[in-house]
């Protein structure tokens, strides 16, 4: 059944909700700063708090990640699944542990990649997808946009053509 002219479909309350987030249009830096910074300051409160869970420091990657998807603006979408396996490398220096120096820390590091690269993935899975949706998307919109424009054009003043011999 459709919905009576003149009136609107209700819209649910959790699509309101989500309207009323903030929608910050980031560059491919700012998205690149946001997301380092944010998986840094969650390793460091994971380190305090729950002693380094890499579970608890995976699973606030992913939505980090469609943040970071979502947020980025629309000429630096692919920019999004690069930044995100950076920023969980950035973060992951505080939980990672090691010994020994910086010889001992890097392979920490190297070592919490390889064995939490499921996390890693799945982070950068989320954002590429989220970036693709985004980017048809917008080629739809143009798409719509173009053959308008070409409609609306006047047409040309030198009248119609005549067919060459």
């Not at 459709?2 to 830096?29: D, H, I, K, Q, Y």
């Not at 920019?79 to 001992?104: H, K």
């Not at 047409?155 to 119609?160: D, L, Q």
Request: hydrophobic share 50%.
């Amino acid at each position: 059944m459709s919905a009576p002219e003149g009136r609107s479909r209700p819209v649910p309350p959790v699509v309101l909700a989500l309207r009323r987030l903030p929608n910050p249009r980031l560059t491919g830096v700012g998205a690149g700063l946001f997301a380092a910074a944010t998986m840094f300051v969650i390793a460091c409160l994971d380190l305090v708090a729950l002693d380094g869970s890499p579970v608890v420091f995976g699973v606030l990657f992913l939505p980090v990640c469609a943040l970071t998807a979502l947020w980025v603006r629309p000429a630096d979408l692919v920019t999004a699944p690069i930044i995100v396996p950076i920023a969980f490398a950035v973060g992951v220096v505080p939980i990672a542990g090691g010994t020994g120096g910086f010889g001992g820390r890097t392979m920490a590091v190297v070592t919490a990649l390889a064995v939490h690269a499921g996390w890693l993935y799945g982070g950068t899975l989320i954002a590429g997808l989220i970036a693709t949706v985004r980017k048809v998307r917008l080629m739809r919109q143009r798409q719509r946009r173009t053959p308008l424009a070409g409609q609306s054009a006047r047409p040309s003043s030198r009248g119609p053509r005549r067919p060459r011999r």
